[in-house]
């Protein structure tokens, strides 16, 4: 089993953290994985994507043609990625910052607004990690378990960062219920 996710936004939204967030999931699941990050030529506001692979078998190729899934934060990252999910799978889109004309009829695109959730909590740059819990239900391989896991790692130099970010995975899958 596998599950190939394209991330993907403007730097400073938190893409290659959402990355790592699944790849640390992974790797604490014991499973195959490739992470590959992708920076635009600026950093905060540039264009920033990764592709995340998880697989109980060995991962034969780096290269996403065809993803299960993604999270796209805002339009330009909309129209770059949408065409790469596979028929029948997922797309997580922001739509505080991606208004869709034209969607694809053959995956399920799931319009959630992140920013204005993210808002709701008090911290908008966590608006990534209620797209995350928007997608996890998706996924195969790794659960909310896992991914509380991998976060407990990622902010142990800033524990206060874990609550905020738990409580916007959790806003996330509330949505999608």
């Given at each position: 089993m596998m599950d190939k996710v394209i991330l993907a936004g403007f730097g400073g939204q938190g893409v290659m953290f959402l990355g790592k967030v699944l790849a640390y999931a992974g790797m604490g699941s014991d499973l195959e994985l490739c992470w590959i990050p992708s920076y635009g030529p600026e950093m905060r506001g540039g264009t920033a994507n990764c592709s995340v692979i998880l697989s109980d078998e060995e991962i034969h190729s780096p290269v996403i043609d065809k993803a299960d899934g993604a999270i796209v934060l805002n339009k330009p990252a909309y129209e770059k990625f949408a065409p790469r999910i596979k028929p029948g799978g997922v797309l997580i889109v922001n739509s505080s910052l991606a208004k869709i004309e034209n969607p694809r009829t053959d995956i399920n695109i799931v319009e959630i607004p992140a920013t204005e959730i993210a808002n709701e909590l008090g911290n908008s740059s966590i608006a990534n990690m209620?797209?995350?819990?928007?997608?996890?239900?998706?996924?195969?391989?790794?659960?909310?378990?896992?991914?509380?896991?991998?976060?407990?790692?990622?902010?142990?130099?800033?524990?206060?960062?874990?609550?905020?970010?738990?409580e916007a995975i959790n806003k996330g899958i509330e949505f999608v219920k």
């Amino acid at each position: 089993m596998m599950d190939k996710v394209i991330l993907a936004g403007f730097g400073g939204q938190g893409v290659m953290f959402l990355g790592k967030v699944l790849a640390y999931a992974g790797m604490g699941s014991d499973l195959e994985l490739c992470w590959i990050p992708s920076y635009g030529p600026e950093m905060r506001g540039g264009t920033a994507n990764c592709s995340v692979i998880l697989s109980d078998e060995e991962i034969h190729s780096p290269v996403i043609d065809k993803a299960d899934g993604a999270i796209v934060l805002n339009k330009p990252a909309y129209e770059k990625f949408a065409p790469r999910i596979k028929p029948g799978g997922v797309l997580i889109v922001n739509s505080s910052l991606a208004k869709i004309e034209n969607p694809r009829t053959d995956i399920n695109i799931v319009e959630i607004p992140a920013t204005e959730i993210a808002n709701e909590l008090g911290n908008s740059s966590i608006a990534n990690m209620v797209c995350l819990g928007a997608l996890l239900p998706s996924l195969n391989l790794v659960d909310f378990p896992k991914i509380e896991k991998a976060m407990e790692k990622l902010t142990s130099k800033r524990p206060q960062t874990l609550a905020s970010n738990v409580e916007a995975i959790n806003k996330g899958i509330e949505f999608v219920k």
